[in-house]
């Protein structure tokens, strides 16, 4: 529980709170910043309302600032306050005041190159003053004899660098989400509240410009200031505070809830606020999606809808938690977060010499289809327990069942997700309870999955689907599907035309790109002459083939007969295949497209 006896709540306005309450350091448990458009768009159209009137006649309230009142003897005053809610809003301040002391720098180098020594000298002791005041103090030590400039605010290790960089002017290098929402809250408020009101026409009026929009934020800007006196309260009041509208993650409160755990081991502490802000890196959502993932791939089901935070501490960083496991776990996070980002964007997480002469390039290009074309995020969980355990070659044996699974049951037959979900679940938990060095099969997985198909997605269902559902003016969805699965055919077509015996097997040769497949309507979509008998088929799956890339694609527009020899000379077997016909007619085109139908049954099955 919280101990309010050491709390202290105080008014204060920003430019009190910069000089008074500094210098202010963000503590590893706190997340990177995360401010965007919106919440600085916010602070300046309420500094804007601060400029309709005179200094002093009008003041805003920010809300509160909570910080830990830590002693340190090599601090003149003696203490650091760790900012535990309202580092946002209060490195958003700095920047505010850094670039009003960077554009007073500006207007100083055209006053003197205008010989206009007074304004500009003006310019320099009003950029001065800001650094001095506000952004920077002397910091004075007598045992080491020296002194240096040290900055009044200092973010956590992930953004401090950018930060101080932005405070002095300096181009920031952004690696991280946070250092590109640092770098361009700096620019949304020069160009949104200061270039517009200091512009370089009249040096004098742009002076006053600038000088009461410094006003507005060091005197007619307050907060409350919450200091407490305990550090231990600070994980838990930044568990539970928000910070104007950037919500708290669960990343967020579980760096809180580990770095707490493991306050009292120093070493450990540090380790686990590098792994940290490695996690965080682009951004806290990120690192929620993977969590909700990587929670149902250890255990075989959901987390509950809003019990994520509850459910993966409960399961991960419960207290009775040796520390060294703590920081295990988190070790254990970051590559699987790894992982599941390259599965995600359908990249294959196999690389260097974990990849094995027996997977083709064939192979590896599947998990693009099954993520980017068939979009079948349900098995990512599932995919995720894979990676930790598999080999390459049982890792693609596991993406292509799934993909042909997929295919039949939820893009074309249309499926509950439900049934499926359960048997990727259960697959879960066998993964991950399996030794490390035990070989994997995935029979278990191939008969539920094989069951559901004949339940849900039988022959007849899987064939009366494709007809009616795979027309090319049925939207994107239907012309992607229609491309996975002519494509698909085509790198079966081996297979098929030697008797369709056994196993269905690929030819795993080609690595087709959908991207740059073009969709062959047989009869055209613009023929001249016009068959009244095939109009209203010319979108069938019938009258598809495509072209590759390297294909003749000029003769598109023709008719079929003239069409023939681009047929033959093309790179696609399907296209070959229509030299058979030597007309092309509703009856030949219901022909084809039955037989397409035929194979695909033969095809899609586990």
């Known amino acids: 529980m919280l101990n309010a006896a050491g709390v202290r709540p105080t008014s204060l306005p920003i430019g009190k709170l910069l000089t008074n309450r500094s210098p202010a350091r963000v503590p590893r448990y706190q997340r990177s910043y995360a401010w965007e458009d919106e919440q600085v768009s916010d602070l300046i159209e309420d500094i804007k309302l601060l400029l309709t009137v005179a200094t002093g006649e009008r003041g805003h309230f920010y809300g509160g600032m909570v910080a830990i009142e830590i002693g340190d003897a090599t601090e003149a005053g003696g203490t650091v306050y760790e900012v535990v809610d309202g580092q946002q809003r209060l ?18 180098a055209i006053a003197e190159s ?50 101080q960089g932005l405070l002095r002017g300096e181009a920031a290098s952004t690696l991280r989400a946070s250092h590109k929402l640092l770098e361009h809250a700096a620019h949304l408020l020069r160009k949104e509240l200061i270039l517009e009101r200091a512009p370089d026409a009249d040096l004098y009026a742009s002076f006053d410009s600038l000088v009461r929009i410094r006003d507005a934020v060091i005197r007619d800007s307050f907060v409350i200031h919450i200091v407490s006196e305990e550090r231990a ?165 596991l993406v292509h069942l799934v993909e042909i699974f997929a295919f039949r049951y939820k893009n074309v037959c249309g499926a509950h997700a439900g049934p499926a979900s359960g048997s990727y679940y259960a697959e879960c938990k066998r993964l991950r309870a399996l030794s490390s060095d ?69 030819a795993r040769i080609t690595v087709t790109d959908l991207k740059l497949v073009t969709i062959e309507h047989l009869y055209p979509q613009s023929s001249s002459p016009r068959d009244p008998a095939l109009e209203s088929h010319v979108n069938r799956l019938g009258n598809l083939s495509y072209w590759e890339p390297s294909d003749n694609r000029e003769a598109g527009n023709l008719p079929f007969v003239d069409k023939l020899p681009a047929y033959r000379a093309s790179k696609v077997g399907l296209n070959n ?24 049954c033969q095809v899609f099955t586990i």
């Not at 490195?91 to 100083?108: H, M, P, S």
């Not at 070989?439 to 007809?467: C, H, M, Q, Y």
């Not at 559902?469 to 994107?476: E, K, R, W």
């Open 233 to 397: 309260n600070g994980y838990r009041l930044f568990a539970v505070l928000n910070d104007r509208g950037a919500r708290l993650t669960v990343a967020d409160l579980l760096r809180s809830h580990t770095l707490e755990m493991l306050d009292s081991v120093p070493d450990l502490c540090r380790k686990a606020a590098e792994l940290w802000d490695d996690l965080l890196a682009d951004g806290g959502d990120d690192v929620d999606d993977f969590l909700k993932a990587y929670y149902t791939s250890l255990v075989g089901r959901r987390p509950s809808r809003d019990d994520l935070f509850d459910d993966t501490k409960k399961l991960l960083f419960s207290p009775g938690v040796a520390s060294e496991m703590v920081v295990q776990g988190l070790k254990d996070m970051g590559r699987e977060l790894g992982s599941f980002k390259s599965i995600s964007k359908g990249v294959w997480p196999y690389v260097g010499e974990q990849q094995m002469s027996a997977v083709t390039e064939w192979d590896r290009a599947r998990l693009g289809r099954l993520v980017s074309v068939l979009r079948h995020e349900l098995s990512t969980p599932m995919l995720l327990a894979a990676r930790a355990v598999c080999d390459e070659a049982e890792f693609a044996e």
């Open 91 to 108: 490195a958003t301040f700095c920047l505010l005041l850094a670039q009003i002391a960077v554009r007073a720098d500006e207007l100083g």
């Open 438 to 506: 035990a070989k994997v099969n995935f029979t278990k997985l191939r008969e539920s999955l094989r069951g559901l198909l004949a339940l849900r997605a039988p022959d007849l269902v899987f064939e009366t689907s494709i007809a009616n559902q795979l027309h090319y003016d049925a939207g994107n969805a239907a012309k992607a599907n229609i491309r996975h699965l002519l494509t698909m055919l085509e790198d079966y077509r081996s297979w098929v035309k030697l008797g369709a015996n056994g196993v269905p097997r690929p």
């Open 114 to 163: 205008q010989a206009m020594p007074e304004i500009r000298n003006k310019f320099t002791i009003f950029a001065k003053s800001i650094r001095k005041e506000f952004l920077y103090y002397e910091r004075y030590d007598v045992t080491e004899g020296s002194e240096s400039e040290q900055p009044r605010l200092r973010l956590s290790r992930a953004d401090d660098e950018v930060f």
């Open 577 to 600: 295949d229509l030299s058979e016909w030597g007309a092309w007619d509703l009856t030949a085109l219901e022909e084809r497209e039955e037989r397409l139908i035929k194979q695909a």
